[in-house]
């Protein structure tokens, strides 16, 4: 009998608790969010200057790398950033703001593209987000991407999914 008590004992720790370390129970979980190209012509590179991360009514700035973040290939998925989510939050935002100028290979040519618009803002069910663990920006850059004599010009056509 004192054999199978211990055993439930180490079962029992084994199994975890829904409580974290302090006892109390856990009010967030981590969200990843990555983001792709599809559709892309040939390569497109862009970095990001800036991302706001909104959750319900407060705002926070988050910190992003100075990266360059290649569009081009459909293999390639960034990660951005990664954020933990209220179990109580009802509504999330991100606002990412471009470096103005990136570069696209069309027809065997680079070419800038100007990417000085506004940010991309994006507001989302914080339940789908939760049950789904992660937030995937994709941007159609087929339908994206406009060329003008030696310019280009990003005007993004976004899809989320979770």
């Not at 029992?12 to 792709?36: I, K, N, R």
Request: net charge negative; aromatic share 6%; charged share 20%.
């Amino acid at each position: 009998m004192r054999i199978v008590g211990i055993a439930l004992v180490f079962l029992l720790a084994a199994c975890g608790d829904p409580q974290g370390p302090t006892g109390e129970p856990d009010t967030s979980q981590t969200v990843d969010v990555v983001m792709l190209g599809i559709g892309a012509p040939d390569s497109v590179l862009i970095r990001l200057d800036a991302a706001n991360l909104r959750i319900d009514d407060e705002t926070m700035p988050i910190a992003i790398d100075d990266v360059e973040y290649q569009l081009g290939t459909e293999e390639d998925v960034w990660s951005l950033f990664a954020f933990d989510l209220p179990n109580d939050a009802e509504v999330v935002g991100i606002d990412l703001e471009f470096n103005p100028e990136g570069f696209a290979n069309h027809n065997g040519n680079t070419r800038a593209i100007d990417l000085s618009g506004p940010p991309l803002s994006m507001t989302m069910d914080a339940a789908l987000i939760r049950a789904n663990n992660g937030i995937v920006l994709g941007i159609d850059l087929e339908r994206s991407l406009v060329f003008e004599d030696d310019q280009a010009y990003l005007l993004p056509k976004v899809f989320v999914r979770y």
